[in-house]
């Protein structure tokens, strides 16, 4: 959506960009806008994306994560239909008819009823089934998922404290309980210099400043990124260049830079290197088995599916969990969906926007 030029607008709210949605459903972007039973399921799914999280703004955190999740698969559903990548039919033996179809959650928490009922939120293991909405979601996002770990992995298991960590809304809002690699703003430092492309990470852990061998630590900490690719470390006196940022520890690192393609590059750093998010750039750690980092949308999903089915199935020890005179976990939470309501219009706009390119 475009700002006339030269007309200052008023702050963009979460109503303004549930208004550009409901632009889009008489003449449907991408695929939607060429097949008439994928604009059908485009405009019902939103509508009824829109009227779950109208619902869920007058519930408190007992019965809000429902009406959530529910708001955002159905979203989901809407960006599958208008995906440019996704044909209309699949001929191949054995797949999907419609393959713009999302069908069922294609998650699950890892032995739910003992883990729903453990120690702490951040703590339940959540894995895709390998088929269902999930998973498909994730292939044509190009996303990572949750897969189950093979019998010979090292990795950790996905938990939703991990997941919790890569919402860039969620900051100073932790779960308690276990964590993960935090997900990291990325602000390029302009055009390359001398061959280099270079740019800040904002969000480093302070342990990794109290490490002797910074240099180490430091790159053992961004392997984990894996769209950060072949990047170098300067050193300044063995140390780590790094400064504060509003408080945040921040590194300064670079790339060689792409070979020139008629005087330019290809593409730019931020969109070689971060995913872009409401507006900012932010690179994610890839989790569990999964090469790939999660896109930020079907974090959002994941963590959301947690919460609804401890809602759903659990009430007792939801009600347990979400009391804010009792609960460590209860100030956590009310954030989280609080900021759902406010950022997932938005977030929802921009990944129909991102598959209809």
Not at 149 to 173: M, N
Request: some cysteine; proline content about 8%.
């Amino acid at each position: 959506m475009h700002t006339p030029g030269g007309i200052r607008m008023a702050p963009h709210t979460p109503d303004m960009y549930q208004r550009w949605i409901r632009v889009m459903r008489a003449d449907p972007p991408g695929a939607a806008g060429k097949n008439s039973a994928r604009k059908e399921t485009f405009c019902a799914a939103l509508e009824q994306a829109e009227q779950l999280f109208t619902a869920a703004k007058v519930t408190d955190a007992m019965v809000r994560p429902l009406l959530v999740y529910y708001g955002l698969n159905q979203a989901g559903r809407a960006i599958a239909a208008a995906a440019s990548s996704v044909p209309d039919r699949d001929q191949q033996p054995g797949a999907r008819a419609e393959p713009w179809k999302l069908t069922g959650h294609g998650l699950k928490i890892v032995g739910r009823s003992a883990a729903m009922n453990g120690p702490d939120v951040a703590s339940l293991v959540l894995v895709d089934e390998g088929s269902g909405a999930f998973p498909h979601l994730a292939e044509i996002l190009g996303s990572g998922s949750l897969p189950a770990r093979t019998p010979d992995s090292a990795a950790e298991p996905v938990t939703v404290g991990q997941l919790w960590a890569t919402l860039s809304d969620t900051v100073e809002f932790d779960l308690p309980g276990p964590v993960g690699l935090p997900v990291l703003a990325f602000d390029a430092d302009g055009p390359p210099v001398h061959g280099q492309e270079w740019a800040r990470l904002h969000g480093i852990p302070a342990r990794i400043f109290e490490e002797q061998d910074q240099q180490s630590a430091l790159r053992d900490f961004l392997n984990c990124y894996p769209t950060l690719g072949a990047f170098g470390i300067p050193a300044f006196d063995r140390r780590v260049d790094w400064a504060a940022l509003l408080g945040m520890p921040a590194v300064r690192i670079f790339w060689n830079a792409e070979a020139p393609v008629a005087g330019q590059l290809t593409k730019s750093l931020e969109a070689r290197v971060a995913t872009r998010y409401r507006g900012q750039h932010f690179v994610y750690p890839a989790l569990g088995d999964s090469a790939k980092p999660l896109h930020p949308f079907l974090a959002w999903w994941a963590v959301l599916y947690a919460l609804s089915m401890l809602a759903r199935y659990e009430p007792c020890a939801w009600q347990k969990r979400t009391n804010i005179d009792t609960s460590k976990e209860a100030a956590a939470i009310e954030h989280l969906l609080d900021a759902a309501l406010e950022f997932l219009p938005r977030v929802i706009m921009d990944t129909i926007d991102e598959v209809t390119q």
